[in-house]
């Protein structure tokens, strides 16, 4: 019975020392909670309000902010319990910075996709050129950006890349212009040849009317006449205005009796 009696003696002692400690620390934890779920709310509510917020970005933002918050209410909840916290916030502080140290690259990429997400450079469907690739952007995710090319090939880049390199937003103003730049003979017309030029244009559904069209002397070349064909169309017909423009010059050109100059072999008989 002593030897019991020495167990309840020590349960009561250590009971009435750490019973007042575990209540509080509880009743921290539950009050804590509820003030983080009331934060969170206000906190995607601010989100929300912005149209700039990329729904990826504000699911991991609100997610990092949850973490964070629990982490310094358990914590405090810790230090309510005697356990001494500043030890414990140091091994915090020494894993932050090694992993910090080991994924440079990554964080670069996070940070990226995070400046991306908030300032929109572009957005998904936008037809983009960026570190020497062109194509239409597929996803945009918190570390790489992935876009489609031309040939339909998958081109993954790093956000990190992307946000410190220069963007070129081909959808962004809505039209692009086709720059092409078609010689003719010196003999020909300039009115006529204009003239041929515009209906390759104007003979497209797809050319816009506005901005026009437009034909222009560009350069007195060596052997040609060189003329500068500026049709504008939608990012998604840029390619089929290109080269249907090119293929209509040949067909007009043809029909005006214009000649487009080219090399001529010149064959030299040698006498028998």
Known sequence: MEKYQKWIDLAIEKGTEYGGKIIMAIVIWIIGKWIIGKLMKLFKKGLRKNDNIDPTLEKFLSNLLRTILLILLIISILGQLGIDTASFAAILA???????????????????GV??????????????????????????QIFTTKISTPGNKLVIIPNGALSNGNIKNYTELGELRVDLTIGVSYDADIKETKE?????????????????????????????????????????????????????????????????????????????
């Open 94 to 112: 020494a894993a932050g910075l090694a992993i910090g140290l080991a994924l440079q690259g990554s964080l670069s990429n996070f940070a990226g």
């Open 115 to 140: 400046l991306i997400m908030l300032f929109r450079p572009y957005k998904v469907g936008d037809l983009i050129e960026a570190q020497g690739e062109i194509g239409v952007v597929k996803e945009i």
């Open 196 to 272: 041929a030029l515009m209906r390759a244009m104007n003979s497209q559904s797809k050319v816009l009317k506005d901005p026009a069209p437009s034909v222009n002397m560009g350069e007195l070349a060596d052997s040609s006449v060189n003329y500068e064909v500026r049709p504008w169309a939608t990012p998604e017909d840029y390619w089929d205005v290109y080269f249907q423009t090119i293929e209509n010059c040949k067909i007009e050109l043809d029909k005006a009796g214009i000649e487009i100059p080219y090399p001529h072999a010149v064959e030299i008989k040698k006498e028998e």
